[in-house]
Structure formats: structure tokens, C-alpha cells
């Protein structure tokens, strides 16, 4: 059975760093390029970030520089580290899973599994 259980997510003041996690089971990790969506209130999910089985990783613009994603095919988990955290980067965030190989960029249609999401709320 796959499985992506995302974690870390809660609430920080706006400055603040997060670091979420998404543990993956039922599928082999190493081959699969993991990607981290969002989904604010009353908008639809957008793509954070991604990073493909080589450990290449892209962003969008609004989060380049400050997010970063990792990944540890031992511990089938992959990370996402965000820092310098806005109001504006407050949403559920969702981990999905791609059979390589994967584009240049992490792409919500084309993800085959999807984590139930772990809320990041960013105070100012």
C-alpha cells in the first residue's frame, strides 16, 4: 500500500524557519522524483518544489533562495527546509511522487501519489 505521510508542519511567526517531512512507503523510493506542493485558503495547489532521483532540485521563484529540498532514499524520506517564512507561504502543504523519468520541473498532473498534507501556518 503507498503511503506519503507528510510531518513537521504547525505554526511560526513570520521570519521563522520549518522543516517538513514525508516519509514514503509501498513503492521504491530511490526511483521516484518527490515533489512539495501548496495549497493556500480559497486558492488552488501550486508547485513549491521538486527534486528528481539525482537530487537535482527546482523551485518556484517565490520560494527560491529560502526553501530548499533533500531527500534520503534510506530513510525513504524527503525534507523540505523553509526559511525566512512569510504569511504569504501559509497553506497545507502536500509531498506527491513521480516514476522517473521526470521532467525539468515538479508538475501536479503529473504525480502518481499524494500525501493527506501537513498544515504551515506563518504568523506576522
Known amino acids: 500500500q503507498v503511503q506519503l505521510v507528510e510531518s513537521g508542519g504547525g505554526s511560526v511567526q513570520s521570519g521563522g524557519s520549518m522543516k517538513l517531512s514525508c516519509a514514503a512507503s509501498?513503492?521504491?523510493?530511490?526511483?521516484?522524483?518527490m515533489g512539495w506542493f501548496r495549497q493556500a485558503p480559497g486558492q488552488g495547489r501550486q508547485v513549491v518544489g521538486g527534486i528528481d532521483t539525482t537530487g537535482r532540485t527546482n523551485f518556484i521563484s517565490d520560494v527560491k533562495g529560502r526553501f530548499t529540498i533533500s531527500r534520503d532514499n534510506a530513510k525513504r524520506t524527503v525534507y523540505l527546509q523553509m526559511n525566512r517564512l512569510d504569511p504569504e507561504d501559509t497553506a497545507m502543504y502536500y509531498c506527491?511522487?513521480?516514476?522517473?523519468?521526470?521532467?525539468?520541473?515538479?508538475?501536479?498532473?503529473?504525480?502518481?501519489?499524494w500525501g493527506q498534507g501537513t498544515q504551515v501556518t506563518v504568523s506576522s
Open positions: 506527491a511522487a513521480e516514476k522517473a523519468p521526470c521532467g525539468p520541473i515538479a508538475l501536479e498532473v503529473t504525480m502518481d501519489y
Open positions: 509501498g513503492f521504491t523510493f530511490s526511483t521516484h522524483c
